[in-house]
């Protein structure tokens, strides 16, 4: 089907604002591609090094002009249950790429934190920027030059988009993302849920909390509710940077261990040395995108991915905006119901029909662009499959459901769980932030109270053990942003926030820093910019103002008469605290350095 009017018309803005960057991005990705194997331009010296550690076979093979050499990039360590399962990738790589006469390397590993155990941390000071340190620690990997494609293991928050960065600045290379799945289903995130806001309001204990979290997060694979971490694997799906059907297999079962096998051959299928060179910063271009962005509202997911996806596209030299995202919202309908969004967990997504239902949904009303090139090949559309295995342990794919397995989990186009997709962006006085509204109830979509003003997350938090919140209000958390702490994710005001609203107060968040990426029900204006410590209107706020959230009218206003609101001094914050420990110092470049989150809230994009 063509693509629908608004797509069309905001992809195409969306071409012409990224002329001066895109054609000069591709100029350069085509100089740096060769027809013959990328290391034949190394010294014999430079070579030696190389493959120094190679068996005879390898070394021989790599000595020549003729076999493609597959650089791994793997985020692997044994403490983030995402991660852990790459573990034994490399070898399952090193084999695939052997059977079709192929090598492959670790070209590197790069670092991988996770927000789950910083959250609330002052290392979750550092989570943000690390995404940037990934990106270079990807570069410095491939900068040996001795490899002809690149696959990328990674599967969390800023670990894919720290990833993608990197391989569109190698955009020479084609580059397949291997996924790792989700962990199997455990406690209901409902459950959860229920047991930390019991939790805040002193209903139960430490020890009941902890069980409660443990049988939520319970083995290797990647949490199951659908927050950045599942969100990124969503999007290297429909943009088209995994094999079809990869992104929500189990880890160690047979089915995970044939995509991964198959990712490596079509890696080293899709070289120069082929006949169907895929660099990756040719395949990735304005449409794969707005595809990226059109799953995300069609799935309710993070809001990380506001600054992620911008970033991601500028390392590619498109220029991707707030304004972008905002209007794509306007069209494309909420399709699927997945923790935070609702009580079904990823597993339960897959099984209703998962991505290959979902993109034939999108592809039925024209709200993607089908004529993409992916790492399996040209058009989206092959993407509407299930995976399966075949006896001899190869991937069969079958022709995804025309109708949704469990249409409380994943609907038709026809019958969306709402006209409109997940974030909004939102300007008024104040600036310009983003708010995610799938799972904002609707009578909760305008929110209007007087603010209370703290500057750190446990202020806010110590007000509400003190019984100081029992009001409506809206919470204004500043001095959260890139340039003033690296803008931690504040999750841990969700379930106060939650019980608040519980209790029937109208209250809502407004912050220059992040949530996270399965935060939902209470409505949060967040990623506020101009940010406190440069000045922004949020500085300006006091007690007591009134504030209007509408995510409706898209507006985020302080209603204070505008002359006196100019007048106002800027507040200012004592923020030595956040300069030293758990690595801080070491990021003052980074707090120097950052652009604004509307820009990707990247070292590299100010």
């Known amino acids: 089907m063509a693509a629908h009017p608004s797509i069309e018309a905001i992809t195409r803005r969306i071409v012409e604002r990224s002329k001066p960057t895109r054609e000069p991005y591709l100029e350069r990705v085509r100089q740096a591609s060769s027809k013959t194997v990328t290391r034949s331009v190394l010294a014999c010296a430079n070579l030696a090094h190389g493959f120094a550690v190679c068996s005879p076979g390898d070394k021989a093979a790599l000595a020549g002009d003729v076999v493609p050499n597959l650089g791994i990039i793997t985020a692997y360590n044994d403490m983030l249950s995402a991660h852990q399962p790459f573990e034994h990738f490399p070898d399952l790589i090193r084999k695939a790429a052997a059977e079709v006469g192929g090598v492959a390397q670790v070209a590197g590993g790069v670092p991988a934190m996770c927000d789950g155990v910083t959250q609330g941390q002052p290392g979750m000071e550092l989570s943000l920027f690390s995404r940037d340190i990934i990106a270079m620690s990807a570069g410095i990997g491939l900068s040996h030059n001795m490899f002809d494609a690149a696959v990328f293991l990674g599967v969390c928050d800023k670990i894919v988009p720290g990833l993608m960065i990197a391989a569109l600045s190698f955009g020479h290379l084609p580059s397949v993302f291997v996924p790792a799945g989700p962990m199997t289903s455990g406690l209901p995130n409902d459950e959860k849920n229920r047991i930390r806001q019991l939790y805040a309001e002193g209903?139960?204990?430490?020890?009941?909390?902890?069980?409660?979290?443990?049988?939520?997060?319970?083995?290797?694979?990647?949490?199951?509710?659908?927050?950045?971490?599942?969100?990124?694997?969503?999007?290297?799906?429909?943009?088209?940077?995994?094999?079809?059907?990869?992104?929500?297999?189990?880890?160690?079962?047979?089915?995970?261990?044939?995509?991964?096998?198959?990712?490596?051959?079509?890696?080293?299928?899709?070289?120069?040395?082929?006949?169907?060179?895929?660099?990756?910063?040719?395949?990735?271009?304005?449409?794969?995108?707005?595809?990226?962005?059109?799953?995300?509202?069609?799935?309710?997911?993070?809001?990380?991915?506001?600054?992620?996806?911008?970033?991601?596209?500028?390392?590619?030299?498109?220029?991707?905006?707030?304004?972008?995202?905002?209007?794509?919202?306007?069209?494309?309908?909420?399709?699927?119901?997945?923790?935070?969004?609702?009580?079904?967990?990823?597993?339960?997504?897959?099984?209703?029909?998962?991505?290959?239902?979902?993109?034939?949904?999108?592809?039925?009303?024209?709200?993607?662009?089908?004529?993409?090139?992916?790492?399996?090949?040209?058009?989206?559309?092959?993407?509407?499959?299930?995976?399966?295995?075949?006896?001899?342990?190869?991937?069969?794919?079958?022709?995804?459901?025309?109708?949704?397995?469990?249409?409380?989990?994943?609907?038709?186009?026809?019958?969306?769980?709402?006209?409109?997709?997940?974030?909004?962006?939102?300007?008024?006085?104040?600036?310009?932030?983003?708010?995610?509204?799938?799972?904002?109830?609707?009578?909760?979509?305008?929110?209007?109270?007087?603010?209370?003003?703290?500057?750190?997350?446990?202020?806010?938090?110590?007000?509400?053990?003190?019984?100081?919140?029992?009001?409506?209000?809206?919470?204004?958390?500043?001095?959260?942003?890139?340039?003033?702490?690296?803008?931690?994710e504040l999750h841990k005001l969700t379930p106060s926030l939650g019980v608040l609203q519980d209790r029937g107060h109208k209250v809502a968040l407004i912050t220059d820093g992040r949530m996270s990426g399965a935060s939902g029900k209470v409505p949060a204006a967040i990623h506020v910019t101009p940010e406190a410590v440069d000045g922004g209107a949020i500085a300006r706020i006091q007690d007591g103002d009134m504030i209007r959230l509408d995510a409706v009218a898209g507006t985020l206003e302080v209603l204070v008469d505008a002359a006196e609101f100019a007048a106002r001094p800027v507040a200012e914050a004592d923020l030595s605290d956040n300069e030293f420990g758990m690595g801080r110092e070491l990021f003052a470049p980074f707090r120097r350095q950052v652009g604004p989150a509307d820009s990707g809230a990247s070292v590299f994009f100010g």
């Open 203 to 488: 209903k139960v204990g430490r020890a009941e909390l902890l069980e409660s979290e443990s049988k939520s997060y319970h083995g290797p694979g990647t949490c199951t509710f659908y927050g950045t971490a599942n969100s990124n694997q969503m999007l290297m799906e429909i943009m088209g940077c995994h094999m079809p059907g990869a992104s929500f297999v189990n880890p160690g079962t047979p089915l995970r261990d044939a995509l991964t096998r198959e990712a490596t051959k079509r890696a080293l299928a899709i070289t120069a040395l082929g006949n169907e060179f895929t660099p990756a910063g040719e395949m990735i271009d304005e449409r794969s995108i707005v595809n990226g962005v059109v799953g995300l509202h069609a799935t309710g997911g993070s809001t990380n991915h506001t600054m992620h996806l911008i970033a991601m596209a500028r390392a590619g030299g498109i220029r991707l905006t707030w304004q972008d995202i905002s209007d794509l919202s306007d069209v494309v309908p909420l399709l699927a119901r997945v923790y935070p969004n609702g009580s079904a967990d990823v597993n339960h997504f897959h099984a209703a029909g998962g991505m290959g239902f979902l993109i034939k949904q999108l592809l039925k009303a024209g709200l993607v662009h089908d004529d993409v090139r992916t790492v399996f090949g040209q058009g989206l559309a092959a993407y509407t499959i299930e995976p399966h295995l075949n006896e001899d342990g190869t991937v069969q794919r079958v022709p995804s459901p025309d109708e949704s397995v469990d249409p409380k989990v994943l609907s038709q186009i026809e019958a969306p769980f709402q006209a409109n997709g997940g974030l909004k962006m939102l300007t008024g006085n104040m600036g310009k932030g983003v708010i995610k509204i799938s799972a904002v109830k609707p009578e909760r979509h305008i929110v209007e109270a007087p603010a209370l003003v703290f500057h750190t997350q446990q202020a806010m938090l110590d007000a509400f053990k003190d019984g100081k919140l029992n009001r409506d209000f809206v919470a204004v958390v500043r001095f959260q942003g890139p340039k003033a702490n690296g803008m931690p």
